[in-house]
C-alpha cells in the first residue's frame, strides 16, 4: 500500500461516523475518483488480512466498524507497515544522496515505486528540494537516460551534502553499531557511506593527521572526507579553473591524502582537487568556529557573496575564485564569531575605501542585511569595509588582463547603411563601446531581448527600459562631447570582458594543436585541448558535450551509448 492509501484507511477507521468521498478528496487534495480508488486498495489489503472491509453506505459514505479486538490487531498492522515507509524529510534525505552518489541514474517513476508514494506526494517532495537547494545556488535537473543530477558549483554541491547530513543526522556518530536499532536516517546514511569505509577512512586520519583535541570537529572531517571520496569516485571534480593547482608542503597532509588515495582506489584525483581537500579540513578549525552550523554559514556566505558581487559589478571574479574565496571564507568566520559575540572592530580605511571601490562597496553593503539576517546581528561600515578589501584586491588583479566595455545597441530609422555607418564610428571614436547589433526602427522591441546596457539611436524613440541616446549617424565634436557625457553618467554600466588579443592568441593555440593532432583527436590531443581551455579560463561544461571517444572519456561524459 501506498502512504495515502493507509492514511485514507487511517482517517475512516478512526471517523464514527460515515465520511464522504467530497470530503476526503478536499481533505488529501486529489479527486474523488482517485479516493474511490484507494478504498478499493484499502480493502485488498484488508481482505489479505482476514479483516473487515471499509463499506460504502449510500448518500452518507465510508465507514469501517471493527470490535475492539480487530481494532487493535488493525492498528497493529498499519504501524507495521508505516515503519517501512519513510516521511516527507526522510525521503527528501534519501533523494539528496542519491542524486549525489548513486551509481545508477535516478528518475522519478523509480523512486515513487520504492517510496510507495504517488506522483503528487513525490512531486511536492521534489517541489521542496528545489526550494531548499536554491539557497545553495543548485539546481536539479534531469538529463534522460543520465536521470536527475546535480546543476551548479561543485563546492557548493559538497556544502549542501554535508549539510544535509548534519540536518538529519544531528552530530553523526562515527561509531555506530549497524546492529544497533537505526533510525531510516541513519539506514539511508549508511547506504551510501557504508561503516567499513567509516572506520577505514577514521583510522587513516589517526595514524597519518595531527589528532584534533575536540572530538566534534573530528566526526566533521571525517564526514566531508567521506563526501569528497564519494564525489571523487563520481569523477565529480573541482574545476581547475577555480582552485589552484600548485603543489601541497605539508608532508602530513600530503601522506593523509595519499594513503585515503590508495585504500579507496581512487584514480587521477587532480591536484585541485587535494588543496581543496587541505582547505576544507583547515577550516574546521575550533578557534574560528564554533559549530557545524556556522561552518555551513560561513561556506554558503561566502559562496552567495561572491556570486552578489559579481552579479551586481560585473567583474568576472571566477576566474580568481580560489584566491577570494580562501581568504573571504577565512574572513567571514571570523565576522560571524565577532558579531556573536558583540565585538567590532574599526577601519580607519573605511571612507577611503568606500570612495575609490564604490559600484562593489555597494554590492557588498545590498548583500549585508543576508549576512545579519543569516547570523542575527549588526554590521557597521568597519566591516563592510572589510569584506570590500577582499574583492578590490582580486578586482585589481583582473582588470590587468580585461578591458571595460559598453555592450550596446543601435537603432536607425534612414535604414541599415546609416545605421552601420553609426556603428562604425561609435567604435572607432570609443573603442570601450561593443556594439552587439543594429537595428531599424521596426525591431525595437529586440532590444529588451538583448544582453546590452545603452540604446544609441538615431532618431526620438518612445524607449524608457535602457539608458537612450539620440546621436547624428556623422559624429561632430559637438556629438563626442554628448557621448562622453553619456557614457561617465553610466559608468556603472560597464562590464569587464578580456583583451580581443588573448581571444586571437587563444584560436591561433587551438589551431596549432589541431595541426599537431593531424586531424585525429586521441586521449593527448584532448588532454591538451582541455588544459588550453583551462589556461585561458574557459571551463567546458562536459555534460553539454557529446563525445563518441570512449577510450578517452568516462561513462559520466558520455550521453550517447550502444545497446
Request: proline content about 3%.
Amino acid at each position: 500500500m501506498k502512504t495515502r492509501t493507509i492514511e485514507i484507511l487511517h482517517r475512516i477507521m478512526t471517523a464514527q461516523y460515515p465520511v464522504k468521498a467530497k470530503h476526503l478528496a478536499s481533505e488529501f487534495n486529489v479527486s474523488q475518483r482517485t479516493i474511490r480508488q484507494e478504498v478499493l486498495e484499502a480493502n485488498i489489503w484488508l481482505s489479505s488480512k482476514k479483516l473487515p472491509e471499509i463499506r460504502t453506505i449510500r448518500n452518507k459514505g465510508f465507514l469501517l466498524k471493527l470490535e475492539k479486538e480487530k481494532q487493535a490487531r488493525l492498528e497493529t498492522e498499519i504501524k507495521d507497515v508505516k515503519d517501512g515507509f519513510l516521511n516527507r524529510r526522510e525521503r527528501i534525505f534519501d533523494l539528496v544522496l542519491a542524486v549525489a552518489y548513486s551509481r545508477i541514474p535516478i528518475h522519478l517513476n523509480k523512486k515513487e515505486e520504492e517510496f510507495q508514494i504517488s506522483k503528487s506526494t513525490l512531486d511536492e517532495d521534489m517541489r521542496r528540494l528545489r526550494a531548499t537547494l536554491v539557497s545553495y545556488g543548485i539546481e536539479i535537473v534531469s538529463y534522460g537516460k543520465q536521470g536527475l543530477v546535480y546543476k551548479g558549483s561543485e563546492r557548493s554541491i559538497r556544502t549542501m551534502i554535508y549539510d544535509f547530513i548534519n540536518q538529519n543526522l544531528g552530530m553523526t556518530d562515527f561509531f555506530m553499531n549497524q546492529d544497533a536499532q537505526l533510525t531510516p536516517a541513519q539506514k539511508i546514511f549508511l547506504h551510501y557511506f557504508p561503516l567499513v569505509e567509516i572506520k577505514k577512512i577514521q583510522e587513516i586520519y589517526s595514524n597519518k593527521l595531527l589528532k584534533q583535541e575536540d572530538d566534534i570537529y573530528k566526526k566533521q572531517i571525517l564526514l566531508f572526507t567521506l563526501i569528497w571520496i564519494q564525489r571523487i569516485r563520481k569523477h565529480e571534480f573541482i574545476s581547475a579553473i577555480n582552485w589552484k593547482n600548485t603543489e601541497i608542503k605539508d608532508s602530513s597532509f600530503s601522506a593523509f591524502i595519499d594513503h585515503m588515495i590508495e585504500e579507496f582506489q581512487l584514480d587521477n584525483v587532480p591536484q585541485v582537487e587535494r588543496n581543496y581537500l587541505r582547505f576544507t579540513i583547515e577550516t574546521f578549525n575550533a578557534r574560528d568556529i564554533s559549530n557545524s552550523i556556522e561552518w555551513v554559514q560561513a561556506q554558503l556566505l561566502t559562496i552567495q557573496l561572491i556570486q552578489f558581487v559579481e552579479n551586481e559589478t560585473h567583474v568576472p571574479f571566477h576566474l580568481k575564485e580560489e584566491a577570494l574565496f580562501e581568504n573571504l571564507y577565512k574572513h567571514m568566520a571570523a565576522l560571524i564569531v565577532r558579531i556573536k559575540n558583540h565585538i567590532q572592530v574599526m577601519n580607519p580605511l573605511k571612507e577611503n575605501i568606500r570612495t575609490n571601490y564604490f559600484p562593489i562597496y555597494r554590492a557588498v553593503t545590498h548583500f549585508v542585511p543576508t549576512i545579519e539576517e543569516v547570523i542575527g546581528g549588526k554590521i557597521l561600515e568597519d566591516e563592510i569595509a572589510f569584506l570590500v578589501i577582499h574583492f578590490s584586491t582580486i578586482a585589481s588583479v583582473i582588470k590587468r588582463d580585461l578591458n571595460y566595455v559598453y555592450k550596446s545597441v543601435v537603432v536607425c530609422n534612414h535604414g541599415m547603411a546609416t545605421g552601420n555607418l553609426l556603428a562604425e564610428n561609435l567604435k572607432e571614436k570609443f573603442p570601450q563601446i561593443e556594439i552587439t547589433a543594429v537595428l531599424s526602427s521596426k525591431e525595437i522591441e529586440l532590444v529588451d531581448k538583448l544582453d546590452v546596457n545603452l540604446v544609441f539611436s538615431t532618431f526620438q524613440l518612445n524607449y524608457r527600459n535602457k539608458p537612450l541616446l539620440v546621436v547624428d549617424p556623422i559624429l561632430t565634436e559637438t556629438n563626442i562631447l554628448v557621448i562622453e557625457d553619456f557614457l561617465k553618467r553610466n559608468e556603472e554600466l560597464q562590464r569587464l570582458e578580456p583583451n580581443s588579443h588573448e581571444s586571437t592568441e587563444l584560436f591561433t593555440q587551438i589551431i596549432d594543436v589541431m595541426k599537431e593532432s593531424g586531424g585525429r583527436v586521441d586521449r593527448i590531443i584532448y588532454g591538451k585541448l582541455e588544459k588550453l581551455f583551462e589556461t585561458n579560463n574557459l571551463e567546458i561544461n562536459k555534460r553539454e558535450i557529446q563525445p563518441m571517444l570512449k577510450d578517452i572519456l568516462t561513462d559520466s561524459n558520455i550521453m550517447i551509448k550502444e545497446k
